[in-house]
């Protein structure tokens, strides 16, 4: 055969026996899913944006014209939002974080210690146990807020703070995730090196199995700062004095006075926009933790 034929049989470099395309259309074929992610970002920060923006617009701004042009408007709507009722939206601000840090750090909490109990111990019915909290996980809250009103309105707690704590403080998910990222995170030859030491149950959990759980548990925490914070449906059913609201019931009551005032459209628009601000200081503050290696806690201990 001629060296001609040989370079004419031969594959294109780059390219596969039986196709014909080479590096460029792998390149294209790559492009899908990053095209698809962006549209998604975009679809996803579209209303975050528009918040942003109309926040900075007036009343006549706001209804005069739709535009993604920033206003002049936003140091006058914080003066308004300030004003409004002696500043009553700082005090739904202040329960929120109440609300929020309270009911995370002890449903994290509670989480952890029930996620490694889970992960480490050998007893009767632990099996059972983790599967009726996967049936929690699935189950939506707007079905047990009836029963945990019933419930607490026997006990007298309703329209107070323990009404909106309570409920939270127990998390299937939470549960869920600590106990996967325990059994991934927590060697048991670690466990049982420590008991041979003489360690307690108890030393061994807080110095050696916690440590290695804290990104995890970070998750965790926001996943339910998060929840809470942006929870409506249990404060809405649970309490009736609005100095007790959080901002998402307080937000709703502006909204609702707001068909009778549209002058109050944009303290809702500026209020919002306010309280996304707490969750992005949250989540920078935080994502250190995602970065901590899963076994300095056995190394440091």
Same mark, same amino acid.
């Not at 041979?196 to 959990?205: K, L």
């Given at each position: 055969?001629s ?12 390219? @596969?026996?039986?196709?014909t ?7 294209? =074929?790559a492009?899908?899913? @990053?095209?698809?992610l ?5 679809? @996803? $920060? ?5 918040? /942003?923006?109309? *926040?900075?617009?007036?009343?006549? !701004? ?9 206003g ?7 003066? #308004?939002l ?6 009553v939206y700082?005090?739904? +601000? ?23 109990a889970l ?12 599967? &009726? ?23 007298? $707690?309703?329209?107070?703070y323990?009404?909106? %704590? +309570? ?9 869920? %995730? ?6 991934a995170?927590?060697?048991?030859d &670690?466990? !049982? ?10 030393? =061994?959990?807080?110095?050696?199995a916690?440590?290695? +759980? /804290? ?12 929840? =809470? ?8 059913? +649970?309490? *009736?004095? #609005? ?5 998402t019931l ?14 109050l459209?944009t ?13 992005i200081v949250l ?6 933790f995602?970065?901590? #290696?899963? %076994?300095?806690?056995?190394?440091? *201990?």
């Open positions: 055969m060296t001609l034929a040989v370079r004419e049989a031969a594959p294109a470099a780059g390219t @596969t026996p039986g196709t395309q080479g590096p460029g259309w792998r390149r294209r =074929i492009l899908v899913p @990053t095209l698809t962006l549209l998604g970002a975009v679809y @996803t $920060l579209l209303p975050v944006a528009w918040v /942003v923006i109309a *926040s900075t617009k007036s009343g006549h !701004e706001l209804f005069s014209t739709f535009t993604f042009l920033p002049t408007g936003f140091t006058g709507n914080l003066r #308004d300030d004003a409004y009722r002696d500043g700082w005090t739904w +601000m202040g329960n929120s974080a109440l609300y929020a840090g309270i009911g995370a750090l002890l449903s994290t909490a509670v989480s952890a210690f029930s996620g490694y992960a480490t111990y050998r007893f009767k019915g632990r099996e059972t146990m983790f599967n &009726v909290l996967l049936a929690g996980v699935l189950m939506p809250p707007v079905i047990l807020a009836i029963p945990q009103y019933l419930l607490l309105a026997e006990a007298g $707690l309703t329209d107070s323990l009404s909106v %704590l +309570m409920p939270q403080i127990l998390s299937p998910y939470g549960v869920y %995730l600590a106990r996967i990222y325990a059994a995170a927590v060697p048991d &670690v466990v !049982e090196a420590g008991r041979m030491d003489g360690a307690s149950e108890w030393r =061994i959990f807080t110095r050696i916690l440590p290695m +759980m /804290v990104p995890g548990m970070v998750t965790v925490f926001l996943f339910q700062f998060v929840a =809470i914070w942006n929870n409506f449906l249990l404060p809405f059913i +649970m309490l *009736s004095d #609005d100095e007790k609201f959080p901002l307080g937000l709703y009551t502006l909204l609702e006075q707001g068909s009778n005032t549209p002058a459209y303290l809702v628009i500026t209020g919002a926009f306010l309280a996304v601000l707490p969750l989540f920078l503050v935080v994502q250190r995602w970065s901590l #290696d899963l %076994l300095s806690g056995a190394v440091k *201990s």
